[in-house]
């Protein structure tokens, strides 16, 4: 007989200290004895264990939320913009200058699944640090070099309410989530050039806004993908007028895995300029890529990719004896080797890796979608 047993989510302690758990200086998730996270606390108890994952990593998401307004100084600003008394509601989160700033301005759209605004990946935060895991690496040095900051928060889409799924007005899907607030709050910016930053799914979220031809299509300068999940069909959807592939080619690195030194060029068949993050794990991708996604949004000279098939006008006057190979321009500068990498090598027998739960980006089941979602009346 199985030893699960059902747990409520209110059974679990609301306080990142009621789990005896806390951040050291080094931004490490530390028990009080200084022992790492450990995700087995019922032996056996595979669900008992998942609900106690999920229910620290709310109040992870809490404590980053508390970075983002304390140590960063963001705003916090409620979606819908105009939301009304009772009127469920998600949050973005800004810098001071959002409406004033008319230099830069840097865009930050995470991955799918239970990552909220701020954060890469939860379970890089737990099993190693907030560094590697948040977004507020990119926060400190964008505001540092006088870019005003907007953190999405793409998969806040529904509220539970008496039992019932209540959608978000404006965020019933990340995509629906990502248009409203370039329509309602990127409109506002004054800034003359707006960089993304976008982790796997949000690759296909910037396409999406891409798509629809409104303030994200006419103000995005530059986009920096970190294993952007992607594929051709997206990049050239049927029933689209505007050319999505060369709009993405035109603006677009994605950093992918791959064992080459970060930076190496690596050949892909969509369009878009793609190099090595230096690393084979997916989610840590961003935090590897950081250095050449500042190099590459400071670099004025950077221009696309050449398209296969597609000479320019001094191609006709070369013989084939002079012509060279076509190679990407490089960026500033290589970003350092990663020093979070360790090899399964390395690890010591005596210390095994900590055991995980099941996939960060595998979204949870989320309820359909309704055409109106907050027309319902929930208060019965």
């Known amino acids: 007989m199985s030893s699960a047993t059902t747990t409520s989510a209110d059974e679990f302690p609301t306080t990142m200290a009621g789990f005896g758990y806390h951040f050291n200086e080094q931004g490490?998730?530390?028990?009080?004895?200084?022992?790492?996270?450990?995700?087995?606390?019922?032996?056996?108890?595979?669900?008992?264990?998942?609900?106690?994952?999920?229910?620290?990593?709310?109040?992870?998401?809490?404590?980053?939320?508390e970075i983002l307004e304390k140590e960063c100084s963001l705003i916090r600003a409620a979606i819908p913009v105009d939301a009304g008394d009772g009127e469920p509601e998600s949050c973005v989160y800004h810098s001071e200058d959002l409406e004033t700033n008319d230099g830069r301005l840097m865009v930050l759209i995470n991955g799918s699944g239970v990552v909220r605004a701020g954060q890469w990946a939860r379970r890089l935060i737990i099993n190693e640090n907030l560094a590697s895991g948040t977004q507020i690496p990119y926060i400190k040095r964008a505001m540092g070099g006088g870019c005003s900051v907007l953190v999405l928060n793409t998969n806040e889409n529904f509220v539970v309410r008496d039992g019932k799924f209540v959608n978000i007005r404006g965020s019933g899907t990340p995509e629906e989530?990502?248009?409203?607030?370039?329509?309602?709050?990127?409109?506002?910016?004054?800034?003359?050039?707006v960089f993304v930053v976008g982790h796997s799914y949000g690759g296909n979220i910037v396409i999406s806004l891409a798509m629809q031809q409104g303030v994200a299509y006419s103000r995005i300068t530059k986009v920096a993908l970190t294993d952007s999940s992607h594929s051709l069909y997206s990049l050239a959807p049927e029933g689209v007028d505007v050319d999505i592939g060369k709009w993405m080619a035109e603006r677009t690195v994605n950093w992918v895995t791959s064992e080459a030194k970060v930076g190496t060029v690596v050949e892909r068949h969509d369009g878009l300029r793609t190099l090595s993050a230096g690393v084979m794990v997916h989610e840590k991708t961003s935090h590897t890529a950081f250095d050449g996604v500042f190099d590459f949004f400071a670099d004025d000279t950077w221009q696309p990719p050449k398209p296969c098939g597609a000479p320019d006008k001094s191609d006709s006057e070369r013989t084939p004896k002079e012509d060279p190979v076509v190679e990407a321009p490089p960026l500033a500068k290589d970003a350092e080797e990663p020093s979070v990498e360790v090899s399964v090598a390395a690890m010591s027998l005596e210390e095994p890796p900590v055991k995980e739960p099941c996939a960060e980006e595998e979204p949870p089941i989320k309820p359909p979608i309704k055409e109106s979602p907050v027309q319902e009346d929930v208060s019965t």
């Open 177 to 193: 989530h990502a248009h409203y607030v370039f329509e309602h709050v990127v409109a506002k910016s004054p800034a003359r050039e």
């Open 28 to 65: 490490e998730l530390r028990s009080r004895e200084g022992e790492k996270f450990v995700f087995e606390v019922r032996k056996g108890d595979v669900q008992y264990n998942q609900k106690h994952y999920e229910a620290l990593g709310e109040r992870i998401t809490e404590y980053v939320y």
